[in-house]
Nanobody, 124 residues
């Protein structure tokens, strides 16, 4: 059974940093791109960042470009999201997901496994 488990969320102040982790189990996703999405209260789930199967290519939403960094450790089946210079508008539940393809996609319909999410709250 495939499982994705996010961790690392919490309550921080504006300007602080957090590192989210996503652990995959049940099968290998070494040939799949992976991504992070987030959903703020009352809003749609939005794309945040994605990384391709090799870990070489990454892509970010404009709102987090330059502040967030996505990375992966294939051997450990882990994906990370380093979030620096956090802002109150980054407050959301963050989800990691596995793409159906090896290349980057921002389309959540192209992701077929999802974690349960981890809450990130940034106070002003």
């Amino acid at each position: 059974q495939v499982q994705l488990v996010e961790s690392g969320g919490g309550l921080v102040q504006a300007g602080d940093f957090l590192r989210l982790s996503c652990a995959a189990s049940g099968r290998t996703f070494s040939n799949n791109a992976m991504g992070w999405f987030r959903q703020a209260p009352g809003k749609e789930r939005d794309f945040v960042a994605a990384i391709d199967w090799s870990g070489t290519n990454t892509y970010y939403a404009e709102s987090v470009q330059g502040r967030f960094t996505i990375s992966r450790e294939k051997a450990k089946k882990m994906v990370y999201l380093q979030m620096n210079s956090l802002k109150p508008e980054d407050t959301a539940v963050y989800y990691c997901a596995v793409a159906r393809r090896s290349s980057i996609t921002t389309n959540e319909n192209q992701y077929f496994y999802w974690g349960q999410g981890t809450q990130v709250t940034v106070s002003s």
